[in-house]
């Protein structure tokens, strides 16, 4: 009777032990599931060959697309370069300036000139030179300005296709009875007036340097005078009264002539011109004056004026008084 007993408590605690393994184990098991469930999740997103295996090129290496779609890499150059369309895209706009040397100033003769010099960015760019009314005052396409009757009158300088405008006003002033209104155009004489045709340079070039003091000035022969002034060479004179300065502090200078063909007036006030440009300099270096005073002086009180088939040059502080003084000869 005892070991029946015994024998079926025994029973009893091996059916309960194997409750308790059971479902411990199947505990087990669950989380064992969920576990690998995880890493089998996490191991297929870290492997670029299981989740993108179409991206791979056959070396192995990634494609474009894997880098991130629609990457710089289809904007790039074969040597690896960035093209056009990734450096900013669309058409910028371009920032350009233009400096005018000058943005205001008084002429007091008729025929008197000076040269409208300008910077401008970018550079290479073409500059336009117009005038609001050339009856007061005109401009050729290198920026030379011509006095021409009393008034005030605006230069306009457009870069390019309208990049950028800069402006400067030319006021005329003068009395008209007193400043050789008839020689106004530069050149409207065609020959000269007899009245003219006694007037001495020579003895003008003494009153005016006896009034007004220069820097050592000498006469041209006919080889500086085709050294300074080319093209000079080929215009028949009737007087020559052209002195240079050959010093390195080259403050001003003092020329006059006389053509025999009033159609060389033109020729001579461009080899001035061409003068004056070549000492004030271009801007980008220093021009033939060398010294900042004295290249000031050749591109500020600088004139070039004719009257008849007279033409005078003169680079002096008082340059507009010895214009006024040659107009009255005439």
Not at 55 to 69: H, K, Q
Not at 220 to 233: I, N, P, R
Not at 247 to 268: H, I, P, W
Request: charged share 15%; with cysteine.
């Amino acid at each position: 009777m005892k070991k029946r007993i015994f024998a079926a408590v025994l029973a009893s605690a091996m059916v309960l032990s194997l409750a308790a393994c059971g479902k411990s184990g199947g505990s087990s098991s669950s989380n064992l599931g969920n576990n690998s469930s995880v890493s089998s999740s996490q191991l297929d997103a870290s492997q670029p060959d299981a989740s993108q295996p179409d991206a791979s090129n056959p070396d192995g290496s990634l494609s474009g697309s894997a880098s991130g779609g629609s990457s710089s890499s289809d904007g790039s150059l074969p040597d690896g370069s960035s093209s056009g369309s990734t450096s900013g895209g669309g058409s910028s706009s371009v920032n350009a300036s233009l400096t005018l040397n000058r943005t205001d100033v008084t002429m007091k003769t008729a025929g008197s000139t000076f040269k409208l010099r300008y910077t401008a960015e970018p550079s290479g760019v073409e500059a336009f030179f117009s005038s609001s009314d050339e009856k007061i005052a005109t401009v050729d396409g290198n920026g030379n300005v011509t006095a021409v009757a009393p008034g005030t009158a605006t230069i306009t300088v457009t870069l390019g296709d309208e990049l950028a405008q800069a402006t400067c006003i030319v006021r005329c002033k003068w009395d008209e009875t007193s400043s050789g209104g008839s020689s106004s155009s530069g050149s409207s004489n065609s020959s000269g007036s007899s009245s003219s045709s006694s007037v001495s340079l020579s003895d003008f070039y003494t009153t005016i340097t006896g009034k007004y003091e220069f820097g050592f000035l000498e006469l041209a022969d006919s080889t500086v005078l085709e050294q300074l002034y080319s093209g000079m060479s080929s215009v028949e004179l009737e007087q020559n009264q052209i002195y240079y300065c050959m010093m390195s502090m080259n403050n001003g200078e003092f020329a006059m002539v006389q053509v025999k063909d009033s159609k060389d007036v033109d020729t001579v006030k461009a080899a001035f011109q061409a003068r004056i440009d070549y000492m004030v300099g271009d801007g980008n270096g220093p021009g033939g004056a060398q010294y900042p005073m004295a290249m000031d002086q050749w591109e500020n009180n600088s004139r070039v004026v004719s009257n008849g088939n007279y033409v005078m040059m003169v680079v002096h502080e008082s340059c507009d008084d010895i214009v006024k003084e040659f107009n009255a000869l005439f």
